[in-house]
């Protein structure tokens, strides 16, 4: 049996690992961020790949029922990013919106649209600003086109398009088969761990009006 550098037999560590995977639904997201390795913050434009449901967990706070963000990909540090939203009979909000009609409220929608955007941001400013919290500071232009229903998935297209110190400005689309379902344009405001640490300058896009 291999033994690393402490005399640990090296077998502990996938079952280990394994067992800190399934606890992170259990944890906030400040506690769960804690156990991630330090990493570098990203550039203005740099591609960072796709992030699974673990990796949200980490990056932002919202818990079931709450969390209205299954997948976050195509991410480029302070641009862009596409969430995915797989949307099932079981939420709970069908269950009196409308009970023979079921329709995922559109603020709802609107919601799952702030969370990959406040992914976006998160991701963008690297590992000390997982578990922060993004708050709505306006909602403007939102229009809702086509209802989102059980069973349907939401793609989530959302663009940085202002900011100013820890306030933020997006654009975004819910795109549901192929059709545009909901769109608006919101800012909100960064709280929490990274408010802190978030500097002028960081960012370089035109400041928020």
Known sequence: ?????????????????RGAREGLNGMNAQQAAASLPVVHQPEVGEPLGN????????????????????????????????????????????????????????VLVVEA????AGAL???????????????FMSVDRAKFRKPVRPGNQIVLEVALIQSKLN????????????????????????GGPSARKTKPGMISTVPVE
């Open 113 to 116: 649209l702030a969370q990959a």
């Open 1 to 17: 049996m291999n033994r690393g550098s402490q005399g640990v037999p090296d077998t502990l560590g996938e079952p280990m690992a």
């Open 121 to 135: 941001v998160v991701a963008s400013l690297g590992h000390e600003a997982r578990g922060s919290i993004v708050y």
């Open 51 to 106: 992030f699974d449901f673990d990796d949200i967990l980490k990056m932002i706070p919202h818990r079931y029922p709450m969390l209205m963000l299954d997948r976050l990909t195509n991410v480029v540090a302070f641009k862009s990013a596409i969430g995915i939203k797989n949307v099932t009979f079981n939420e709970p909000f069908f269950q009196g919106h409308f009970p023979t009609d079921p329709i995922m409220p559109g």
């Open 167 to 190: 306030v933020f400005k997006f654009e975004g689309r819910a795109v549901v088969d192929g059709r545009l379902a909901t769109e608006a344009t919101f800012s909100a405001m960064m």
